[in-house]
């Protein structure tokens, strides 16, 4: 794997809107999909959620957590590891307040359970595919060739 641009890696999560969000819960791995909001200066992930919610509990116990994007049509994952902080900054729901928020919270930005998930990240991972046509043209010349298929290109940025 070679460490590749920042650029790239925003790039690839540019017009993403839902990420998967795998916390621990007691020793499991638990996932689940949420919308965020990246800042490409401090590389920081924001995501809006509830200050009573089970997440909270979780990243309370242990903040490290993982964020996962896919765009499966395109042959592009992402994945991002870090640490995750809990916060009720008043300028940081502000910032990351969308109009479907509303619909969560009854109290809009001032409600008393609004709170940011943010993601400190670490480590970033992505792969990205080829099309169908060549993705097929690699199968099957390493098939022919008995050599493991090289269908994807894969980096590593640390952030």
Not at 41 to 65: I, M, Q, Y
Request: negative net charge; proline residues 4%.
């Amino acid at each position: 794997m070679s460490e590749a641009p920042m650029e790239e890696f925003f790039r690839l999560i540019d017009d993403i809107r839902t990420c998967m969000l795998t916390t621990r819960d007691e020793g499991r791995l638990r996932s689940r999909p949420m919308g965020f909001s990246f800042d490409r200066g401090t590389h920081e992930f924001h995501l809006l959620t509830r200050k009573s919610s089970h997440k909270a509990e979780e990243l309370a116990a242990n903040p490290g957590v993982n964020l996962a994007f896919a765009r499966p049509d395109r042959h592009e994952f992402v994945s991002v590891s870090g640490q995750a902080y809990l916060t009720t900054d008043h300028r940081l729901i502000e910032a990351v307040w969308t109009e479907d928020a509303d619909a969560w919270f009854k109290g809009g930005k001032e409600d008393p359970e609004a709170a940011v998930i943010r993601v400190v990240p670490s480590l970033g991972e992505y792969w990205h595919g080829h099309n169908q046509l060549i993705r097929h043209w690699n199968l099957i010349r390493a098939k022919r060739a008995g050599e493991e298929p090289h269908l994807q290109e894969n980096s590593q940025v640390t952030l």
